[in-house]
């Protein structure tokens, strides 16, 4: 794919390249106009027993990038080694904010698979529903109600959703409010919402339910994939806050009147590399499958298969470095030349896809109190970053390091900017990340 670079200077004077138009690839990503406008990025669960449901609905509260007037919603299974059987699923616009699980009246819909309201997923498989008509606003909330009505071990999810999410007794799915049972923390067997058509009809829509929609419309003129660990996913911000860096760069598109969506596919403890492999016998068997496979291993999934990509964000390599010797064995240890290495794969393979591929250098993290930081953990994290800012192999690079560093010590986040385990980015850091990528880089057009 043929490239055009140009040098920009970021606040910090950082250099970054801009990417030419996205490739043929990109082009057919979008011709049927589907695009997603949000994701979770699915994981299998730890060792032990899993949450059962049983006669249960599961309402899960979604905030959205891009508007359309039909949705389709993606159920997964794709860790679970029996099938799942969903009894109803429906969709409506959330009234409120914060933790409500409430619906706007007159904007819930029926969600159908094939035509069918239960269904069943496969094993080991994802399952794309028939669209639906539903005015959805940019930047809207959804409330996505899933009927379970046999015994369900969970064994799919994304495991830190940063936002609170509803179980209710009964099939309550179409309620415009439930009684919660429990309250969690998880997305469970649900991994996206990709819409098509104008930028939402208003809070209401289009009437009907499950309708084929045909083709025709966009809901955006593609998606921004961010692939990353749990500064991607959102870890310590404000539950049901939406302030992880993608969301909040979702909103300067909207304002920039830029129609891309946003795919954040971030998982908390995510590696580049490695899956998660927990010492045995330590505290980590308890939770490291949370921690997904190896950014690697589930490129295509999480990335390739997002509708109407066309831009990818990578922000990987921190656990890399710091899970070794805490929550991975010593012998899983990186040098800087294996990280670019896997770092090249990336890149490679967005490519082939069609992507404008972007790379974020790796935040600072002195005296974290995770036991990441050594000063050879320093060096590799130096030498990694020196390769994204100045290789130029990426079509561009987001200079995330210098946006929350401290100026008066490089190596640490600025105290502002940290939510107080001097590793991961508070509220206002999630606001420096964001306001820190040059926004015409998504600009239509050459760079």
Do not use: C
């Amino acid at each position: 794919m043929s490239t055009r670079r140009e040098v920009l200077a970021l606040a910090s004077g950082a250099a970054l390249t801009a990417a030419a138009l996205p490739g043929p690839a990109a082009a057919a990503g979008i011709a049927d106009g589907w695009v997603a406008t949000w994701a979770a990025a699915p994981t299998t669960v730890p060792p032990g027993d899993p949450l059962i449901l049983n006669g249960q609905t599961v309402r899960q509260v979604v905030h959205t990038s891009v508007g359309g007037d039909r949705l389709r919603i993606r159920l997964t299974n794709e860790f679970g080694a029996t099938p799942l059987r969903i009894g109803e699923v429906r969709v409506a616009i959330r009234a409120g904010d914060g933790a409500s699980t409430d619906a706007v009246p007159g904007t819930d819909r029926r969600v159908t698979f094939g035509g069918r309201e239960a269904v069943t997923v496969p094993a080991g498989a994802p399952l794309v529903s028939d669209p639906v008509r539903l005015g959805l606003p940019p930047g809207a909330d959804l409330v996505i109600s899933v009927f379970l009505p046999e015994r369900t071990p969970v064994t799919t999810l994304a495991a830190f959703a940063f936002q609170d999410n509803a179980i209710a007794a009964g099939n309550v799915t179409g309620a415009a409010r439930i009684t919660p049972t429990s309250t969690i923390g998880q997305y469970l067997f649900l991994s996206g919402v990709s819409v098509q058509g104008g930028e939402g009809a208003g809070v209401g829509g289009r009437s009907g339910e499950g309708e084929g929609a045909g083709v025709g419309g966009r809901g955006g003129d593609g998606a921004v994939v961010t692939l990353g660990d749990s500064i991607t996913n959102g870890a310590n911000t404000v539950t049901s806050a939406n302030h992880r860096w993608p969301d909040l760069l979702a909103a300067r598109f909207r304002s920039a009147r830029i129609r891309l969506g946003v795919a954040n596919v971030g998982i908390s403890g995510n590696r580049l590399l490695h899956d998660p492999n927990p010492p045995a016998g330590s505290g980590a068997e308890a939770f490291a499958a949370y921690f997904g496979h190896s950014g690697l291993r589930r490129f295509d999934r999480d990335v390739v298969a997002q509708p109407g990509a066309t831009h990818l964000v990578v922000l990987l390599g921190v656990n890399d470095l710091g899970h070794p010797g805490t929550v991975a064995p010593p012998g899983e240890v990186v040098t800087a030349d294996d990280l670019i290495a896997g770092h090249r794969q990336l890149i490679a393979r967005a490519r082939l896809a069609g992507l404008r591929v972007y790379g974020a250098t790796i935040l600072p993290f002195k005296d974290d109190t995770l036991g990441f930081y050594t000063v050879e953990n320093e060096r590799k994290r130096a030498a990694l970053n020196a390769w994204i800012r100045s290789s130029g192999e990426y079509d561009a690079v987001i200079d995330f390091d210098a946006a929350v560093r401290d100026p008066a010590d490089p190596l640490r986040l600025a105290a502002r900017y940290d939510s107080g385990d001097h590793l991961h980015p508070n509220d206002a850091g999630m606001a420096a990340m964001a306001a820190a990528v040059p926004i015409r880089l998504f600009r239509p057009g050459p760079g």
